[in-house]
Each structure stands twice: as structure tokens, then as C-alpha cells.
């Protein structure tokens, strides 16, 4: 079967720190991706990892653990403007489908 | 063009009617992804398109929905017979080979009354 598993929703201070957890079980796995989506616009792509690892871009970091079937999101030093959803996404089954989760709600108050 | 394109923006229609969803993706993108999102959660996998090849539908919810990308670009999503229950965000997604992320267009919002 295929399965992505995130967190409904999660709250967090301007400034801080947040990281926001994946778990997954899809068939030939190919790599996870991070998108964003703000309310009412397009996911845009944040990160991909296909080996284990952290892979850090600025503000964002992405973890992957293979073995676990599980990776993370880390968000440093929070703006206003990462309130936001938070997608989780593998391929399944090859290339051909690109499965996301249902999405993770971060609220960031000041 | 810059983007991925789809239109209409909004479609309402009347139940029973057919609709065609038109996307338009990045020039030059082998892959194309058909979604289906409802509000608070996230998009649901409908087809995908290497080329104008049609490689896996699974995600068609039944026979009322199609999709064709006859050369390789352009692609229309047709669902017929429009029942409420289709009422959704609807938004196609282009990559530029396999296996790479995929670019967002602003999806059609599809109101069946």
C-alpha cells in the first residue's frame, strides 16, 4: 500500500524553531519531497531528499531516514510569513505517482 | 510560458453537463500530473503523462473522468456527466523529466450546481 502520515496542525513562535515530521510507506520509493502551500495559492517546492541525510537550504532543512521510512522539516529562526501548509510527498510505485500527505497547518504568532 | 498554466480559472456548471480542464505546462516538461484538492487537505494523485503518454490513471476516481495530452504538451481533463460530489480544486503539475519536482499551476476551482 502507500501511505503518508504528517501532523493536522502545529503552532510555533516568530523566531523559533519547528520542525514538522513525515512518515511514509510507499512501494519503490524514489525520494520525498517538501512543498509549501499558503492559503488560496500553489504548493511550491521546497526540498528533496533521496539519500538518507540532511540537505539545508537557508532557513529550511530536510531530513530523510530510508530505513525508518521517515523524514522531517526543520524551520530556524520562524517569519510571520512561514504560516503556511506544510506537504509531504513521495513518488509510488516508480515514477509515475507522486503521492502527498494531507498536509501540515503551522501557525506562527508573534 | 513562465509557468504552468490552467484555465478556466473558475468553472461553475450544472449537473450533468461536461466540463474540460485545460493545463498548459512549463515549455520543454516531459512529466504532467493531474490533482484533485479539497480545501484543508492535500492534492490527491488523478494521472500522470510522460510525453503524451498516459502512464498511470489509477487516481481517476471512475469512468466520468478522462485526460488526453495527444502531443506532448497541452492537456485537457474532461469529466462528464458532472455530478456535485466533483466540485473541487482541480491543478496540474509539469516537471521537467522524471523523477524531478514538480511546478504547480493555479488550478481550476470547479463549482457543479
Known sequence: GQN????????????????INCTYQTSGFNGLFWYQQHAGEAPTFLSYNVLDGLEEKGRFSSFLSRSKGYSYLLLKELQMKDSAS?????????????I??????????P | GA??????????????????????????????????????????????????????????????????????????????????RDSAMYRCASSPEEGTEAFFGQGTRLTVV
Not at chain 2, 487516481?59 to 481533463?77: V, Y
Request: aromatic share 10%; charged share 20%; net charge neutral.
Open chain 1, 4 to 19: 503518508i502520515d504528517q501532523p493536522t496542525e502545529m503552532t510555533a513562535t516568530e523566531g523559533a524553531i519547528v520542525q
Open chain 1, 86 to 98: 506544510y506537504l509531504c510527498a513521495a513518488f509510488s510505485g516508480g515514477y509515475n505517482k507522486l
Open chain 1, 100 to 109: 502527498f500527505g494531507a498536509g501540515t497547518r503551522l501557525a506562527v504568532h
Open chain 2, 3 to 84: 509557468g504552468v498554466s490552467q484555465s478556466p480559472r473558475y468553472k461553475v456548471t450544472k449537473r450533468g453537463q461536461d466540463v474540460a480542464l485545460r493545463c498548459d505546462p512549463i515549455s520543454g516538461h516531459v512529466s504532467l500530473y493531474w490533482y484533485r484538492q479539497a480545501l484543508g487537505q492535500g492534492p490527491e494523485f488523478l494521472t500522470y503523462f510522460n510525453y503524451e503518454a498516459q502512464q498511470d490513471k489509477s487516481g481517476l476516481p471512475n469512468d466520468r473522468f478522462s485526460a488526453e495530452r495527444p502531443e506532448g504538451s497541452i492537456s485537457t481533463l474532461t469529466i462528464q456527466r458532472t455530478e456535485q
